[in-house]
């Protein structure tokens, strides 16, 4: 595995002043291909922002990164953090947009120290326009993006989904835009401030849900286990449990027919085209469910994937990562924590031929390199002693 400093973004230094999800998500997947990320705690730490320090979330959240403790409410760990940014590429934060104003860190003070500086901002609804100022959470991002009414069983009322899509999507978009920021500096040689909103990055993982209305002028409803326009694709009850399958195309469709043995789905005229199964898709998903439930989710697997029919099992997390296909992709890397032992942690869903990602450390402890980075600043031992009584640090 690549050493720190060393993987295809070594050359990077990252300034981590982010909390709880989304802006972490961001940082981590720099971190893992290879930048020097330092996490700026407050000299209390960062439990519970983000869960429990050595609780499962926050340990997959800041694998790779060192931690030093710095008060940002007085005017001596503002200094440093300047001292800090005048040597670094890129800085993400995630404070609601007047706190950077209020403590002096916001793009514009920080750009006079390093007009070079990535400087990423994350929100819940941008940084401007009427609802700046209001706090940011996943599951509002999700209302107000449109996606919990097209999630859940037809009828049944808003629904959330399983994950904080919002927070991660968010991320993600965060980092790509550091990414074109930094290939972007290579031209002007300037840095610049990246924003990415939950609201924003919700709505634009409703993709073809949302194209539907802004092209369509189609309002999307719930679904539920049905695939929105392609039929028959869903969930189907087995003999032994559930399975998904995607039948959906003329082509496949016919083929699903024939391992059902069921011509008349084939022939029947209410079926014949894709918007003729749709529109009967109750009554078809009734007469498929008929035939499912005559054998075990395994059998219906190896004769689909045999026609070259999609489908697949329906699995909870342990078994996820129990498949022989997720094994052999190697989805996880484990790492050794002080505290913990060993720890396994999910990895990255991209690979590169020659400059793989890596997970080289465990989440630090709170402050585990403040007098390191401080050093690297040319803080002597003395100083570092006094910032520490005076609780800069």
């Given at each position: 595995m690549s050493a720190p400093g060393q993987g295809p973004l070594g050359r990077f230094k990252v300034i981590d002043l982010s909390r709880v999800r989304a802006g972490p998500t961001a940082v981590r997947q720099l971190a893992d291909w290879?930048?020097?990320?330092?996490?700026v705690e407050s000299p209390e730490g960062d439990a519970g922002m983000?869960?429990?320090?050595?609780?499962?979330?926050?340990?997959?959240?800041?694998?790779?990164?060192?931690?030093?403790?710095?008060?940002?409410?007085?005017?001596?760990?503002?200094?440093?953090?300047?001292?800090?940014?005048?040597?670094?590429?890129?800085?993400?934060?995630?404070?609601?947009?007047?706190?950077?104003?209020?403590?002096?860190?916001?793009y514009q003070s920080l750009r006079h120290a390093n007009p070079r500086l990535i400087y990423a901002s994350i929100s819940g609804f941008g940084q401007d326009g009427p609802y700046r100022e209001r706090p940011g959470f996943d599951q509002i991002?999700?209302?107000?993006?449109?996606?919990?009414?097209?999630?859940?069983?037809?009828?049944?009322g808003p629904v959330r989904v399983g994950i904080p899509v919002a927070d991660l999507?968010?991320?993600?978009?965060?980092?790509?835009?550091?990414?074109?920021?930094?290939?972007?500096?290579?031209?002007?040689?300037?840095?610049?401030w990246v924003q990415s909103n939950l609201l924003a990055a919700q709505i634009a993982m409703l993709d073809f849900q949302a194209a539907r209305w802004t092209i369509g002028h189609e309002v999307p409803a719930q679904a539920g286990n049905d695939h929105p326009t392609s039929i028959p694709t869903g969930v189907f009850a087995t003999s032994d449990g559930y399975m998904n399958i995607g039948a959906a195309g003329e082509a496949i469709y016919q083929r699903f027919c024939k391992v059902l043995d069921a011509p008349q789905l084939a022939t029947d005229p209410d079926f014949a085209t894709n918007a003729d199964r749709s529109r009967n898709r109750a009554r078809l998903n009734e007469a498929i469910g008929a035939i499912t439930r005559g054998r075990t989710t395994a059998e219906w697997?190896?004769?689909?994937?045999?026609?070259?029919?999609?489908?697949?099992?329906?699995?909870?997390?342990?078994?996820?990562?129990?498949?022989?296909q997720v094994r052999h992709l190697n989805t996880?890397?484990?790492?050794?924590?002080?505290?913990?032992?060993?720890?396994?942690?999910?990895?990255?869903?991209?690979?590169?031929?020659?400059t793989p990602w890596s997970v080289r450390t465990a989440s630090p402890e709170p402050g585990e390199h403040t007098d390191a980075v401080?050093?690297?600043?040319?803080?002597?031992?003395?100083?570092?002693?006094?910032?520490?009584?005076?609780?800069?640090?």
């Open positions: 290879g930048a020097d990320v330092i996490k983000g869960g429990e320090r050595h609780g499962p979330d926050f340990q997959n959240l800041h694998r790779n990164k060192r931690s030093m403790t710095l008060n940002l409410k007085s005017a001596e760990g503002v200094a440093i953090l300047k001292r800090l940014v005048q040597g670094a590429d890129v800085l993400v934060e995630n404070y609601r947009p007047d706190v950077k104003f209020r403590l002096g860190i916001d991002a999700q209302g107000m993006g449109g996606l919990m009414s097209i999630t859940g069983l037809p009828g049944q999507s968010a991320g993600i978009f965060c980092a790509m835009g550091i990414l074109v920021a930094l290939l972007e500096r290579e031209q002007s040689g300037e840095g610049q697997i190896d004769l689909l994937n045999e026609a070259g029919v999609p489908c697949g099992p329906i699995y909870r997390i342990n078994e996820v990562f129990a498949d022989p996880t890397r484990h790492v050794q924590h002080k505290v913990l032992g060993d720890v396994e942690v999910v990895g990255q869903a991209v690979e590169l031929s020659r401080l050093r690297e600043l040319g803080y002597g031992d003395a100083e570092i002693a006094r910032l520490r009584q005076q609780k800069v640090v």
